[in-house]
């Protein structure tokens, strides 16, 4: 059950209504007219679903930005843990160097 | 004293061992199973598509059979929806938690990769190249082994508090996002649910008036393959409608259950059937991206 539960069962009505009347039209026209009537329920449900979406649309902007700012996070835990490889790399190829010109002194 | 700085050292190593007790495993099924459930909010707009289209296709192919009628050869182009423009932010949504899935499965990789070991290692090569006398000694080399182990799992548990203030940081977004992902799959699946009884009718008539004109042959056939046809797309329709009956949609659990886990995961707590019940549960997603795959709709 939806809040717009009767208007989702108006336009399912709509649509039965529609179909029964195409399906004992006696002229090419009346069918027609009936297929017609088909589509402006369709498009009705349509408009009717994606109104209803919308409504939680400003709620979804600040959760995404929400999950952004926590991947952020996590990628600088990632980037910290690459400084700190990048670092102790230095360190011993500073204190390789240094090892060897205290080997030659 | 040098054996009581031994001691000392191998007992922090093993509290700080107990500290980082989450399994990188774990975070990474967590982030695997949490990629199913957000591929799934991406397929739900492409499915209600799918379902106008399908219809349109079918409106046409009955006209033609009917005869006299206007019909469009070839078929009607495939038109995006206002719903499936609507559920963009849905997606947005979706996508932003298949990239912190990912990031964070990146992180638990990275902490109990080799990278840190290897920074200690270096450091401890660094520290005996300056110093080659100091580390002569069999005490200061055990010392320095145990100062080694102390400093990778130091930095290890410094990483993980990082990754686990991260998830609870993210905590109150994945539950509230959740939330009103369930309420919209909801909405998302009434509207397809609706699809599939505009096309069951028009299947319906296209049935009678077969059996009023076909051979017993023709009617035959053409049951036969309609309900087939109706078989496969319920069955693609399950987890979003409901199709097929049943007391709670499946993709609530899922989602309650995706939130639990990551609340778990997030407090570090020694609980593997709350982890296990949503990637069990999560395979019901697993499956509906599968059928899209097979589609080559995704």
């Known amino acids: 059950m939806t809040t717009n539960q009767d208007a989702y069962d108006r336009i399912r009505a709509g649509k039965v209504a529609a179909n029964l009347g195409y399906s004992q039209a006696q002229t090419v026209s009346d069918a027609n007219r009936f297929l017609d009537l088909y589509y402006v329920y369709d498009d009705e449900l349509d408009k009717l679903v994606a109104d209803e979406l919308m409504k939680s649309s400003g709620q979804y902007k600040v959760l995404t930005q929400s999950l952004k700012g926590a991947k952020k996070d996590l990628e600088d835990i990632i980037d910290n843990i690459q400084k700190i490889v990048q670092t102790t790399e230095a360190a011993l190829k500073i204190a390789t160097i240094f090892s060897k010109i205290i080997a030659i002194i | ?298």
């Open chain 2, 1 to 298: 004293m040098l054996k009581r700085l031994r001691v000392l050292a191998l007992l922090a190593a093993t509290a700080l061992a107990g500290c980082a007790s989450v399994d990188a495993t774990d975070i990474q099924k967590f982030g695997v199973a949490t990629a199913a459930v957000a591929q799934a909010a991406r397929d739900a707009g492409t499915l209600n598509d799918d379902m106008t289209y399908t219809i349109r296709l079918e409106d046409h192919a009955g006209r033609f059979a009917r005869g006299g009628l206007r019909y469009a050869f070839p078929p009607p182009h495939r038109d995006r929806s206002r719903i499936s423009t609507a559920w963009d932010v849905q997606v947005a949504y979706a996508n932003a938690l298949v990239a912190y899935a990912d990031a964070l499965t990146k992180a638990a990789a990275g902490v109990s990769g080799t990278d840190i070991g290897t920074a200690v290692d270096n450091l401890k090569s660094a520290a005996a190249k300056a110093a080659p006398t100091a580390f002569a000694h069999p005490v200061s080399s055990q010392v320095a082994n145990a100062s080694v182990i102390i400093a990778k799992q130091a930095i290890s548990w410094a990483a993980w508090q990082q990754i686990r203030a991260a998830m609870q940081r993210a905590q109150p977004a994945i539950v509230q996002g959740n939330a009103l992902l369930a309420t919209d799959f909801g909405k998302m699946g009434h509207a397809i649910d609706e699809r599939y009884k505009d096309w069951l009718m028009m299947k319906q008539r296209v049935l009678d008036s077969i059996r009023a004109n076909g051979s017993a042959r023709e009617r035959y056939d053409a049951y036969r393959a309609f309900a087939s046809e109706q078989q496969t797309l319920a069955k693609s329709l399950a987890l979003l409608t409901s199709v097929q009956g049943g007391d709670e949609p499946g993709y609530v659990a899922v989602l309650n259950k995706m939130a639990a886990a990551h609340k778990a995961l997030a407090e570090g707590q020694q609980d593997a059937s709350t982890l296990a019940e949503f990637l069990a549960a999560a395979q019901q997603f697993q499956a509906l991206a599968q059928i899209f795959a097979a589609n080559g709709d995704t």
